[in-house]
């Protein structure tokens, strides 16, 4: 199993944020109300950000860091992935999408752009193991 993570996990990673990177970009045309989002997409979201996040806490010190710079993009994944796992799992255990009205419809903007860079790091990280 850990070598399945080992060699899945940073690919893993790819998909959440290139899927994500398409779900902004869907909001930014189409405008959905903000705390609206299907439970599927929740449910997605878990499993994928989860598995990923697991991936990157149980590899970290297999990945050799170039720099300080590094460090801090891989463990800002680490904690995006992570918490956008427990709460989007949130969202399923407690029927509510309550939280995402703190996020104003301008945030797909900024999400578009990390999400696409964390992907491309990801994508290095892949290659690196």
């Given at each position: 199993m850990?070598?399945?993570?080992?060699?899945?996990?940073?690919?893993?990673?790819?998909?959440?944020?290139?899927?994500?990177?398409?779900?902004?970009?869907?909001t930014?045309?189409?405008?959905?109300?903000?705390?609206?989002?299907?439970?599927?997409?929740?449910?997605?979201?878990?499993?994928?950000?989860?598995?990923?996040?697991?991936?990157?806490?149980?590899?970290?010190?297999?990945?050799?860091?170039?720099?300080?710079?590094?460090?801090?993009?891989?463990?800002?994944?680490?904690?995006?992935l992570?918490?956008?796992?427990?709460?989007?799992?949130?969202?399923i255990?407690?029927?509510?999408?309550?939280?995402?009205?703190?996020?104003?419809?301008?945030?797909?903007?900024?999400?578009?752009?990390?999400?696409?860079?964390?992907?491309?790091y990801?994508?290095?990280?892949?290659?690196?193991?």
């Open positions: 850990k070598l399945t993570l080992r060699n899945t996990f940073a690919k893993i990673s790819i998909l959440t944020y290139c899927l994500g990177t398409i779900g902004h970009i869907m930014i045309i189409f405008k959905p109300p903000v705390d609206q989002m299907p439970d599927f997409v929740h449910g997605i979201v878990t499993i994928l950000a989860g598995y990923a996040g697991i991936g990157f806490i149980l590899n970290i010190k297999k990945v050799d860091f170039k720099n300080l710079a590094d460090k801090i993009v891989y463990g800002l994944i680490l904690f995006h992570s918490t956008s796992a427990l709460i989007h799992a949130y969202s255990i407690w029927n509510t999408n309550d939280w995402l009205n703190v996020f104003t419809p301008s945030y797909s903007y900024f999400a578009v752009i990390y999400f696409a860079s964390f992907a491309y990801s994508f290095k990280v892949d290659k690196g193991l």
